[in-house]
């Protein structure tokens, strides 16, 4: 009778390191997943042709820590899905702007309500950067502002959605302030 019971509690003692193995590994499984699905690159745009903002850059980079990298995959759940759509909407009245552009006649009014379409699309997108940008910035330690300030930099200062780069058109900050401005 007695080893029946030890045989009994014995089998019940491995079932559950089963499932508790099963539970880890799973567990496991799934933050890594998370990470890999948060560390999917935004390119913002800077030297070299774009700086990724994705927890890996975030992590090396910034020097994130783990607390701080749950709270990025939180807002990136949030951001990436708006200003990919919005970028995507402003797309779309880009082409259908430059089709209506190119007609025997083109329709100016029409033309001109799509501009302010993209423009109010546009003026949305740097809302909703500046709103990440600001979330990201309180959960900064006070040495990771300044890098941070660095790769956000060049979204709102070279905006790359103007004409064509040269002169006259391009103008750097301070523009105003050299000779024969």
């Not at 927890?55 to 994130?64: A, N, S, T, V």
């Not at 993209?118 to 909703?128: A, P, Q, S, T």
Request: proline share 7%; hydrophobic share 35%; glycine share 8%.
């Amino acid at each position: 009778m007695m080893t029946y019971r030890k045989t009994q509690i014995l089998t019940w003692l491995v079932v559950l390191l089963l499932v508790l193995n099963a539970v880890t590994i799973g567990t496991i499984l799934y933050h890594n997943y998370q990470e890999k699905k948060a560390e999917a690159p935004l390119l913002l745009p800077g030297p070299g042709g774009g700086n990724p903002l994705n927890g890996r850059f975030l992590r090396q980079e910034l020097g994130f820590d783990r607390g701080q990298m749950d709270i990025f995959r939180e807002l990136n759940h949030d951001f990436r899905p708006r200003t990919m759509d919005l970028t995507y909407q402003i797309d779309s009245l880009k082409e259908e702007m430059f089709a209506k552009m190119q007609e025997s006649v083109p329709d100016s009014l029409a033309i001109l309500q799509l501009a302010a379409g993209i423009g109010n699309l546009h003026g949305e997108l740097k809302k909703e950067t500046f709103f990440f940008y600001n979330r990201l910035r309180q959960i900064c330690r006070s040495e990771q502002k300044d890098k941070l300030e660095e790769v956000f930099r060049p979204l709102f200062i070279n905006d790359q959605t103007g004409p064509a780069t040269g002169p006259p058109y391009h103008r750097g900050p301070g523009w105003r302030n050299q000779p024969g401005n």
